[in-house]
C-alpha cells in the first residue's frame, strides 16, 4: 500500500477521476520520519531518486540510501548548532545532494529555504537579511560560493557556510562531512504546524514576498502527484524544474514520493530538447512535466518516439493551442494543464478521469473549495471574469495553502481579507465548469518558466542615468511565452537611438539574474497613468 493512503481519504468515480479527498494526519506530522523513513523500513531497496549530470555521471538512491544520507547529513547541521526553527538555505542546483539536505532539514525541524543559483549579489543579499539565515548549503558551480560571500558582506551578517562535492574558500565541504557522519538519528520533535519552508516568490508590486509553508504542505501535493501529473507507484517522474523554485515542490519529491514513485533528476545547466527526450527513454520515464516554453522547443525541433512515457503536464504560463495539438498528434498523450502559487498547491486542473482541453485550466481541485469572485466579493456568473479565491474550511485552516508571509502580518491579512483566500488571477468559467486564465490583476512576467516581478527590474532601470521614468512588462514571445520589455522616458539631454537601446539593455543585464533580462527597449515621452499617478501597465500592454 502506498504510504500516501495512511494520510487521506478520498473518493474516486468510475473513471478514475477524484471526487473528494480529505486528510488525516498526527500533530507531529513530518515528511522525513513518517513517509521517507517509513517507505525505507518497508521496502528499503524502492527507487527514490534517479540522477544523472551532462557529464554522464548517474546514480540511483533507493528510500534506504536516503534515509541514511539525511540522518548523516541532518547529524552534521546538529554538530554545527542548526536545530528547530533555524533557517538554512539551499543553493544547490538540481545536485541530488538537496533531496539529502531537504529531508534532514525537514527531520531537525529547520526551516528550509530554497534558493536558484541564478540569484545576483544583490538578490542573495535581500534573501538573507530577510530571513536571517544562519546557515547556506550551495553549489560550488556558477560562481554562488563568490557571490554568497560577498553578499555577507554587504549584509553584514554571518552564516555557517557548506558547499557540496568541491571545496571552496570559506565553506566547509559538507559532502566530505557526511562521509564520516553517524547514520542513526533519532526522531526530533516537531510539529505539522511549525514551519517547514521559506519561498520567495517572484515580487511584483514590490521585493518578493517570503512564503512560509507548514510540514503539512507535502500531504496537500498527493493531488497534485497522483491526479494531475499521475506519478504512479515504482513509476518515474521527470519534472523539468531547478530546485531554487516551487515547481521543484510540486514534481520532485513530496507528492512523488508520498504515491510510491521515484523522482527523476537531469542535472543540466543549458536546456537541449533532445538531451531531455534522450533521459526520458534511457531511463523510462513514465510521467512527465515540464513548463510550456520546453513544449515549445518540443514541437519546434521535433518529438522523438517516447514508448515509455504515459502523461505528460504543464504549468506556469500561457501556451499555444497549436503546441497542444501537435504534442498529442505526435505521441498520442494529451497535455494536462495545471494551475496554483507557490503560495499553494495545485487549484485547478486537467485532472485524471476526463478529457483535458487544450488552454483550459481545467476544474478546481476536490482538496480545494474554489470559487470566482467579484471585486465586490460577489460569485460571478458563468462566462464572467472573476478572480480565482480559495474559500476555506469551517476551521479557517487550509492544507496546502501557505501559513505566513515572512514578516508582513499586513499583507497576509490583505489576501485573507473576507475570510478567502485572493490569488490575484482572474478567469472565467464556462458551462461544462472548466476554467480559463484571463490574466493577473497584479503585473508579474511569466518568461521561460521563470516568473519574474517587474519591481527589480525597475529598480536596476532606473540606475542609468538617462532614465528617468519606465515600466516593465511582459510581452508576446514564440519561444519565451513572454519576453521582458523595458519602456522608459528618457531624462533631459537623451534622445532615443540604437546605441542607446543597446546600452540601457547591457547595463541592466549584467546586474540581473539571466532570466529577468530585458529582450526589449522601448522609449516614450510619457507613459499612461491613473488620476493617481500610478503606471497602467496594462494599457502598455494592450498597445502591444
Known sequence: MSVYKQYCNEIVDENGRLKRITLDYPDNFNFGYDVVDAIADETPEKRALVWCNVEGEEHTFSFADVKTYSNRMANVFRSAGIGRGDRVMLVLKRHYEYWFAAVALHKLGAVMIPATHMLTVGDFVYRIKASKAK??????????????????EKAEMTAKLWCVQRDADGFENLTHA??????????MQTLASDPMMLYFTSGTTGYPKGVIHEHSYPLAHIVTAKYWQQAEDNGLHFTVAETGWAKASWGKMYGQWLVGSAVMVYDFDNFEPKQLTAVINRYGVTSFCAPPTVYRYLVRKGIPDMPTLKHATTAGEMLAPEVFRTFTERTGLQLCEGYGQTETTLLTANFRGCDAVEGSMGTPSPFYHIELRAKNGQPV??????????????TGKQPGVFSAYLDDEEQYRHVWRDGVYHTGDAAYMDESGRYWFHGRFDDIIKTGGFRVGPYEVENVLMEHPAVVECSVIGVPDSLRGQAIKAVIVLAAGYAPSLELELEVKNFCNQKLAEYKWIRLVEFVTEMPKTISGKIQKVVLRNQE
Open 135 to 152: 546557515a547556506i548549503v550551495c553549489t560550488t558551480q556558477n560562481e554562488v560560493p563568490e557571490k554568497i560571500i560577498a553578499a555577507l
Open 381 to 394: 456568473d458563468v462566462g464572467e471574469i472573476g478572480e480565482v479565491v480559495i474559500v476555506p474550511e469551517k
Open 178 to 187: 557526511v562521509e564520516s557522519a553517524s547514520g542513526d538519528l533519532g526522531r
